[in-house]
């Protein structure tokens, strides 16, 4: 019987960030979400907070 080892899980890349942990982020003026500015930031990244890994799904 040929099983196949399994493979190691290597770590995904954020695809929000692209791996840097931040993301830049339009700048806004105003309260609630007012007008975005032409001005960015440097924010972190809420989808693998700042690790730059993608997060598991799930399980
Ligand atoms: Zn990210």
């Not at 890349?13 to 806004?28: F, L, N, S, Y």
């Amino acid at each position: 019987m040929a099983t196949r080892k399994k493979t190691q899980p290597k770590p995904v890349t954020c695809p929000d960030c692209g791996g840097k942990g931040e993301i830049a982020e339009t700048v806004r003026v105003g309260a609630r979400k007012g007008r975005a500015t032409e001005d960015r930031q440097a924010a972190l990244c809420l989808t693998c907070l700042g690790t730059g890994d993608a997060p598991a799904d799930g399980k």
